[in-house]
């Protein structure tokens, strides 16, 4: 028997079959990925991960801005006059960065990129958008705050335990490889604004 192939006439060279026609699927926008394709249970887990993940930085954000009393006393809230980083970087006593986050502990650029960078990435997470940019500043920050705890270090400068339970692994990291996986696998897309941020983005694709 023939090849139905070999039989078909040869299409007219100025004309363009359609995807109906050809029996082909029709290309997406290449500037709008689709959504993941994931099993339902899959979705919902990687939407509340990231969703969850976001409100972390987004809750650190709103208690040091305003002092809500969890980690920030009303008292010592950026709204008030308080400074984000200086409880934190002032009494890092451990790792060879110690000197360094003295010196900038409590500079208004140092609370100002910090908060910033809570907020970004808090709301980015949370709503799926700029996932390229939070994968870079997301972890850039959790690394950041991980030399100041230093975990490979047994005993701080002044001789005392610092109860690191890990010779290197820690939580900051653990944030941190989640944040990359999650952009990588295209989160922000399943149950976020991921395609509509695409759209309104267009060709800058590193805004996504």
Same mark, same amino acid.
């Given at each position: 028997? !023939? ?10 060279p100025g004309h ?6 050809? %029996?082909? &699927?029709? !290309? ?14 899959? *979705? ?11 409100? /972390? ?9 305003? +002092? ?10 950026w709204i008030h ?13 451990? %790792? ?7 010196? $900038? ?12 960078? #809570?907020?970004? /990435? +808090? #709301? %980015? #997470?949370?709503?799926? &958008?700029?996932?390229?940019?939070? =994968?870079?500043? +997301?972890? #850039? ?11 490979? =270090? *047994? ?18 990291? /653990?944030?941190?490889l989640t944040i $990359?996986?999650?952009?990588?696998? %295209?989160? +922000?897309? &399943? ?12 060709? $800058?694709?590193?805004?996504?």
């Open positions: 028997m !023939a090849s139905p192939i070999i039989d078909r006439p040869s299409p007219d363009q079959p359609t995807a109906a026609v050809a %029996g082909a &699927v029709p !290309a997406s926008n290449p500037q709008v990925p689709d959504t993941p394709r994931f099993g339902l249970g899959a *979705q919902v887990a990687i939407a509340l991960l990231r969703v969850a993940l976001g409100f /972390i930085f987004l809750w650190a954000f709103l208690d040091k801005f305003f +002092g809500l009393g969890y980690s920030t006393p009303s008292e010592k809230a006059g308080g400074s984000p980083t200086n409880g934190f970087l002032s009494t890092v006593a451990v %790792g060879p960065f110690e000197s360094v986050y003295h010196s $900038i502990a409590g500079t208004w650029w140092a609370n100002g990129l910090f908060m910033l960078g #809570l907020l970004g /990435i +808090g #709301l %980015g #997470l949370i709503l799926g &958008v700029a996932m390229k940019i939070i =994968a870079v500043a +997301g972890p #850039l920050l959790l690394v950041l705050m991980w030399t100041a705890a230093w975990p490979l =270090a *047994q005993f701080t400068s002044a001789g005392k335990p610092t109860s690191s339970s890990n010779p290197f692994l820690d939580v900051h990291l /653990i944030y941190a $990359i996986v999650l952009a990588l696998i %295209g989160a +922000g897309r &399943v149950y976020g604004l991921g395609n509509w941020w695409a759209k309104v983005t267009g060709h $800058i694709t590193w805004l996504r």
